[in-house]
């Protein structure tokens, strides 16, 4: 499941997807590594993108481990929806493939890219 909702703060747009942890789970700065049925949710604001994740249909969220990420301006022509949905379908393939060092290593070649 994969949706986008309104998020918490001033000009935040989250997007939600569910996903099962992949090998070594995912690294969170509250717990340490969570593994199995997660939900993992992205906010862009501010030029930051937001990683939290959660146990799926659990109250309780986390901090994924380097998050918030930097997303500079003008780094690519996409808009700033097309922006998010590129960055939050990375973290959530990196997410399957497993964190357990954080985002930081396994996003840094994701980045956007420009556009042909």
């Known amino acids: 499941m994969s949706g986008r909702m309104p998020g918490s703060g001033r000009g935040a747009d989250r997007r939600h997807t569910a996903v099962t942890s992949g090998p070594g789970g995912v690294m969170t700065d509250e717990v340490g ?5 997660l939900t993992l949710a ?3 604001t501010g030029g ?7 146990y799926t249909g ?9 998050s918030p990420l930097p997303v500079p301006d003008g780094s690519t022509r996409a808009g700033p929806d097309e922006l998010h949905e590129h960055l ?10 497993g964190l357990p060092a954080g985002l930081a290593p396994a996003l ?3 980045g956007p890219r ?3």
């Open 33 to 37: 590594v969570i593994t199995g049925e």
């Open 42 to 44: 992205t906010d862009l």
């Open 48 to 54: 930051q993108l937001r990683v939290r994740v959660q």
């Open 58 to 66: 659990a109250a309780e969220w986390y901090e994924v481990t380097g």
């Open 88 to 97: 939050h379908r990375a973290v959530v393939a990196a997410a399957a493939a």
């Open 108 to 110: 840094a070649a994701t």
């Open 114 to 116: 420009e556009g042909p």
